[in-house]
């Protein structure tokens, strides 16, 4: 068997070096395509393999049916919006994600960037602090479970909003549940995005929502650009001067936001699961997930 490891943004090399022994004691080959320019290159890497991981690569369609040999492709991490799912069940091809593997990453980003925005990036002037302020958290998954537990150490007072969780799981961890997003919204000072990109999500975040939140308001998204209405974004922007954007992507239209200059602030490249505990936690699920697949047909995390 032979797996492809797709990585333009490459994983820590302790994590590397812990899938290649996986594979290598499994007795499977394994090779690495890193850092690459040309989404042709991961076309021809994938031609012959029987597996691939990958994280925001793009496991387009164009990839799926070049590789003849493809049984699993794995997304090590959460968001799998990247791999063209219908091109793979169309040709039999299993998609699995690692869930849960890098959330404690993306949630401490969270409140780097955070910090950073409230401390006026640290340019020497008064900034504000977390404690004793309200935080809402959209989307009770992974990693806003683990934002939930930072926030409670920061000392805020936390709620959320996802009508797919059970209550009692939110209150659980001393989280108060609101009714309705717009409420989420309506009582947040600081509002931490953890929704998927998908046909229902995607630019769901605009004025209606933005305009609810309290003075100094901050969003937070650690999620992904496409949920955001950007022009609306832009005009909230605009019209608040007290509101603040702080994102781990970069959205589309950035160069029309620099005039807000020290009101935004965007993490060159997607760092929330850049970390080497994360890399190394979803990197080697994925390869255990794969072998797991391919020798004992466990589908478990199994997304299509
Ligand atoms: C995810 O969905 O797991 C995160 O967005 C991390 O993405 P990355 O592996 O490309 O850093």
């Known amino acids: 068997m032979k797996v492809l490891v797709a990585t333009d ?23 690495f395509l890193e850092k690459y320019t040309d989404q042709a290159d991961f076309v021809k890497a994938a031609a012959d393999v029987d597996a691939i991981i990958v994280r925001s690569d793009l496991a387009t369609k164009e990839v799926i049916d070049n590789a003849k ?9 959460a968001g799998y919006d990247n791999v063209d799912l219908a091109a793979a069940t169309e040709k039999g091809v299993i998609v699995m994600n690692t869930p849960g593997q890098n959330s404690n990453a993306v949630a401490e980003l969270a409140f780097g960037m955070m910090i950073y925005q409230i401390r ?39 709620y959320a909003f996802d009508p797919f969780v059970a209550k009692e799981v ?17 009582k947040s000072q600081f509002v931490s995005l953890h929704i998927p990109a998908n046909d229902k999500t995607k630019k769901s975040i605009g004025t209606a929502l933005l305009n ?21 974004l832009k005009q909230v922007l605009a019209n608040r001067p007290d509101f603040c954007y702080v994102s781990d992507i970069e959205p589309g239209n950035k160069a029309e936001l620099v005039e807000f200059e020290k009101r935004i602030f965007f993490t060159p490249k997607k760092m929330g699961a850049q970390t080497s505990e994360a890399n190394t936690n979803a990197g080697l699920a994925a390869a255990r997930q794969i072998i797991g697949f391919l020798n004992n047909n ?7």
């Open 298 to 304: 466990d589908t478990t995390f199994k997304v299509n």
């Open 212 to 232: 609810l939140m309290p003075k100094n308001a901050v969003l937070v998204n650690t999620a992904r650009k496409e949920v955001i209405n950007e022009e609306e």
């Open 170 to 186: 939110i209150e659980n961890d001393g989280v108060e549940v609101v009714e309705s997003v717009e409420e989420l919204y309506k």
């Open 69 to 77: 040999n493809l049984k699993i492709i794995v997304r090590a991490g």
């Open 9 to 31: 943004k490459p994983f820590a090399k302790v994590a590397a070096d812990g899938i290649k022994k996986i594979f290598d004691e499994a007795g499977y080959e394994c090779v």
């Open 120 to 158: 006026n990036h640290f340019d020497g002037s008064s900034g504000t602090e977390l404690l004793g302020k309200t935080i809402g958290i959209h989307a009770y998954g992974n990693v806003g479970k683990n934002v939930a537990r930072i926030a409670r150490g920061f000392g805020m007072k936390v």
